[in-house]
């Protein structure tokens, strides 16, 4: 038990180590990001942002059928059988729960991205998962998303009304993220008396959603979605997710992971091309379901990236 604490000591040091050089690099890319909105009108930052998803932020969640078959040692054909029928499923019922009950559908969604979110942020820094890192992941998430809805309001305001036909004030998003960000405090504090964060990370995240601010109040609501999406949430999601995979984040581990990732990838681009040549004269029903297409296999990918950081 005790060499089991020292590696796992070992490699959370090391995974820390990897991703402090990661973010370095991150922040360069995130402020060239911001400089290029400068330049460019918001139909290309549009254009951008859907090539950036459509690549790195799709790719960074088709190798879910690989990570349950690491975690469980189940024989490859009889993985890939389960894990499909079990994505068709949470799919279907997405698609079920957004068709009849968009309003109940898009507020799960919303709580699920959230914790999401704030684990990628937060995960390194617990030795385990507890009902009290899991709520930080949350709200932490909360005050991302938040922040994005409150400074984007126009544009997020037509999304939600169309999916779910409600009109939500700004005052509204307003409420969520200083309630989020209150609860947010609270707890940080708590688990900060009780030794379970260090104020090192505090303060370095702080900084981070510092950056997100920035990003956000900047940038129009895709392109500031998807500065954050992929350069704070599927790049770090990448290289953990090769890490585990192949013991290493070597050129060759990173050719390996794109290698068994590639037909899923060429799977979601197909559906999502198809959903284009439907809706592509039609742009706010587009960008409708083009999230709720993302939001349909985003609820199994959490629930594989959740059981990869236990």
């Given at each position: 038990?005790?060499?089991?604490k020292?590696?796992?000591l ?40 859907f ?32 894990v ?20 109940f ?6 709580i ?22 899991a ?120 050719v390996?992971?794109a ?29 409708s ?22």
């Open positions: 038990m005790f060499n089991f020292i590696t796992l070992n490699k959370m040091k090391k995974k820390a180590i990897i991703l402090s050089k990661l973010k370095s690099i991150l922040i360069v890319c995130t402020f060239f990001c911001l400089w290029l909105s400068v330049f460019f009108a918001d139909t290309i930052e549009d254009s951008l942002a090539i950036l998803i459509l690549t790195i932020g799709i790719f960074h969640g088709t190798s879910d059928i690989g990570i349950i078959q690491n975690l469980s040692h189940t024989k490859k054909n009889i993985i890939h059988l389960q499909a029928l079990s994505y068709l499923f949470i799919i279907i019922l997405a698609t079920v729960l957004f068709t009849y009950l968009p309003a559908a898009l507020g799960l969604f919303i699920v991205s959230a914790y999401h979110f704030g684990e990628q942020h937060w995960s390194s820094y617990f030795t385990n998962i507890t009902i009290w890192s709520l930080h992941f949350t709200l932490y998430g909360m005050v991302i998303l938040f922040s994005l809805f409150f400074l984007n309001y126009k544009e997020v305001f037509i999304i939600i009304k169309d999916i779910t036909s409600y009109g939500l004030s700004s005052d509204f998003f307003g409420y969520i993220w200083v309630i989020s960000s209150g609860l947010l405090v609270v707890l940080t504090l708590f688990l900060l008396k009780t030794k379970k964060l260090r104020m090192f990370n505090i303060i370095l995240e702080l900084f981070y959603l510092l950056i997100f601010l920035i990003v956000f109040k900047t940038a129009s609501l895709l392109w500031a979605f998807a500065i954050y999406f992929i350069f704070w949430h599927s790049i770090p999601s990448i290289v953990d997710q090769v890490q585990f995979l192949y013991g290493g984040t070597k050129k060759e581990d990173f390996k992971y290698k068994s990732s590639l037909l899923y990838w060429v799977i979601s681009i197909f559906g999502l091309g198809i959903l284009y040549f439907i809706f592509k004269d039609q742009k706010e029903i587009f960008l379901i083009f999230f709720i297409s993302i939001a349909a296999i985003t609820f199994p990918h959490v629930w594989v990236m959740s059981r990869l950081n236990k």
